[in-house]
Each structure stands twice: as C-alpha cells, then as structure tokens.
C-alpha cells in the first residue's frame, strides 16, 4: 500500500521560504514520479510540479516557475518542495502525489496516490 506522508507547512510571511517534505513507501520509490499540488478554500486542486523518477526531469506551472523547486531524494524515500518569495496567494493545502509511471506528469488524474496534504498560511 503507497502512503505519502506531507510535512513542513506552517505560518510564513510574504517573501519568506517553506521547504515541503513529502516521505513515501509502500514500493519502490525510485521507479516512479512525483508531483505537488495545492487547494485553496473553494478553489480546484492546483498542479505546482512534477519530478520523473531518476530526478533528471521537472516541469513547473507557470503561477510558480522561478520561485519553487522541486527535488527528490531516491536514498530516503523523499520528494521536496522548496518555496521562495512566497505570497498571500500561496496560502493553501499542498499535497504531494505518485503517479504510475517514471516520467513527469501534470494533470490530478492521472495521480493515484496522494498524501493527506499540509497547510501553508502566507501572512501579508
């Protein structure tokens, strides 16, 4: 059984930084990509970023191009989200996700396993 366990959310003010955790297992986490999305209240779930499985590729939306970087850790079983310059607009709850495949991939349904998500709160 794939469980995804997301940490590292909390409070920050704009232009702060949050680095996201997420800890797999349940398979083999180096065969498989990994994803982050966001939910914000009474808004649709929000592709952010994807990593293949070996790490060599990634692909951003573009509302967070340039100021998040995704990254994984093969050796602890960890994929990351490192937020920089961070704003009110970020406020939501960041879930990670694992898809079937070893590449990248943007779309949630093609995700079929996700964590139970942690909450960032970007205070102005």
């Known amino acids: 059984q794939v469980q995804l366990v997301e940490s590292g959310g909390g409070l920050v003010q704009t232009g702060g930084s949050l680095r996201l955790s997420c800890a797999a297992s349940g398979r083999t986490f180096s065969f498989y990509g990994m994803g982050w999305f966001r939910q914000a209240p009474k808004r649709e779930r929000e592709f952010l970023a994807t990593?293949?499985?070996?790490?060599?590729?990634?692909f951003y939306s573009d509302s967070v191009k340039g100021r998040f970087t995704i990254s994984r850790d093969n050796a602890k079983n960890t994929v990351y989200l490192q937020m920089n310059s961070l704003k009110p607009e970020d406020t939501a709850v960041y879930y990670c996700?694992?898809?079937?495949?070893?590449?990248?991939?943007?779309?949630?349904?093609?995700?079929?396993?996700w964590g139970q998500g942690t909450q960032v709160t970007v205070s102005s």
């Open positions: 996700a694992s898809h079937d495949g070893a590449g990248t991939r943007s779309l949630e349904i093609q995700y079929p396993y």
């Open positions: 990593i293949s499985a070996g790490g060599g590729t990634t």
